[in-house]
């Protein structure tokens, strides 16, 4: 999640922030999440698993299909990037009654 999504959440007052980045390192996601925890929002969901030390979109979708199930925040937005517009379709399909919008 961006910067600017984080921001759309709170100007939509929904202030909750997840983040399920992969590309990195445990430690920088640790980091990020601590920051973001900071901010004006509610809640922080950091996800650590082995599937997003290397982004594929297999395994964003696994690991943010479970995070969803299990805490069912309400909307959940993702930023306009590349990277989200590989998985966010395919776990979009997982939820019944879910709105893909680009």
């Not at 920051?35 to 997003?52: F, G, I, M, N, R």
Request: hydrophobic share 40%; charged share 25%.
């Amino acid at each position: 999640m961006s910067w600017e999504d984080a921001c759309c959440r709170a100007a939509a007052g929904r202030g909750t922030w997840h983040n399920g980045r992969g590309g990195g390192r445990r430690q920088g996601r640790r980091a990020l999440a601590a920051e973001a925890a900071t901010k004006k929002v509610s809640k922080v969901w950091a996800v650590e698993h082995d599937l997003l030390d290397a982004y594929t979109a297999d395994g964003y979708t696994i690991a943010l299909e479970q995070l969803i199930k299990k805490a069912s925040p309400q909307p959940v937005l993702f930023a306009h990037t590349y990277r989200t517009r590989d998985f966010a379709p395919k776990l979009a399909t997982r939820f019944a009654g879910c709105s893909w919008v680009t």
